[in-house]
């Protein structure tokens, strides 16, 4: 495996993270990432990660580690559709299984091809999103929907049930976790 993708990219995040307002009071840089040694493993939505225009340092560093990453889904075919799955995916760049070590914090590289809707979900940890590239559509039960542009953040309170639908561009993020249900993972819920 090829860690200088990955090196890359950790330093461009870090770069964004703390030049960013919102993502800096969200949570402080995590101070102790290690390098951890993950295999690659590709899904078809990386794919969508290399068509996409290649106009900031971030998404030039996202593009050259997609190949070296370990991309993962969360969801089942039961829970979502098989065209869902092969338009999502996301890899974690930091946190308890990431390419780099942290139990301060989790730090996510996802995507979600165009036309998406990413149904009720949700998760213990409070997270927070920084739309690299699209215009998603977020909702929640408790606050207001929001249409992100590049640069702008969503943030969910612990357990704060909500969706996601992807408009007529791809959704590229960098999502970070924080608190309780920092290793878990998301549920979908009932309808």
């Known amino acids: 495996m090829s860690h200088a993708p990955l090196n890359a990219l950790v330093e461009q995040i870090r770069g964004l993270h703390e030049a960013t307002p919102a993502l800096a009071r969200f949570a402080p840089w995590p101070g102790d990432l290690t390098p951890n040694d993950r295999p ?6 990386a794919d969508l990660v290399a068509a996409l225009p290649a106009d900031t340092a971030v998404t030039r560093a996202v593009q050259a580690a997609a190949p070296h990453a370990e991309w993962r889904q969360s969801y ?9 799955l092969n338009r999502y995916g996301h890899f974690e760049l ?3 299984h990431g390419h780099f070590h942290s139990s301060e914090l989790r730090g996510y590289i996802g995507i979600w091809g165009s036309g998406l809707d990413y149904d009720w979900h949700s998760h213990e940890a409070e ?8 215009t998603p559509r977020f909702r929640s039960k408790s606050k207001p929907e929001t249409t992100l542009q ?5 943030h969910h309170t612990p357990c704060e049930v909500h969706r996601m ?4 561009t791809p959704f590229l993020c960098y999502a970070v976790w924080k608190g309780p249900g920092l290793a878990g ?7």
């Open 185 to 191: 993972r998301p549920a979908m819920e009932p309808q």
């Open 94 to 96: 930091f946190g308890p």
């Open 165 to 168: 639908q992807t408009c007529t």
């Open 150 to 154: 590049p640069g702008g953040t969503r």
């Open 76 to 84: 089942s075919e039961r829970e979502v559709s098989a065209d869902f």
């Open 40 to 45: 690659a493993a590709m899904l078809p939505a």
């Open 127 to 134: 997270e927070l999103y920084y739309c690299l590239f699209g």
